[in-house]
Nanobody, 115 residues
């Protein structure tokens, strides 16, 4: 079993920045991908960014150039630096880990972008 604990959500003004972090613990193997998804009210959950074992990354078009995902493999952590935030980035952000055909989720952290 894998546990994911997110931190760092909160309120930011448009144009501001926030940094999300996620720590994974439990039965973690050497090869896994971690990422962030988000879900806004009334919308489906969507992928924001993902980073693989070798550091390869993918981003949603809506966040390219503004968000940066990074990971510390030794500590089993993943972070999401969010810059130039927009009101449409408001959502619950979920940390995600994929390994051995299984997928694990954190409890989610609220990000609100508003003036």
């Amino acid at each position: 079993q894998v546990q994911l604990v997110e931190s760092g959500g909160g309120l930011a003004q448009p144009g501001g920045s926030l940094r999300l972090s996620c720590a994974a613990s439990g039965s973690i193997f050497w090869s896994y991908a971690m990422g962030w998804h988000r879900q806004a009210p009334g919308k489906q959950r969507e992928l924001v960014a993902r980073i693989g074992t070798i550091g390869n990354t993918i981003y949603a078009d809506s966040v390219k150039g503004r968000f940066t995902i990074s990971r510390d493999t030794a500590k089993n952590t993943v972070s999401l630096q969010m810059n130039s935030l927009r009101p449409e980035d408001t959502a619950v952000y979920y940390c995600n880990l994929m390994q051995m055909g299984n997928e694990y989720w954190g409890q989610g952290t609220q990000v609100t972008v508003s003036s």
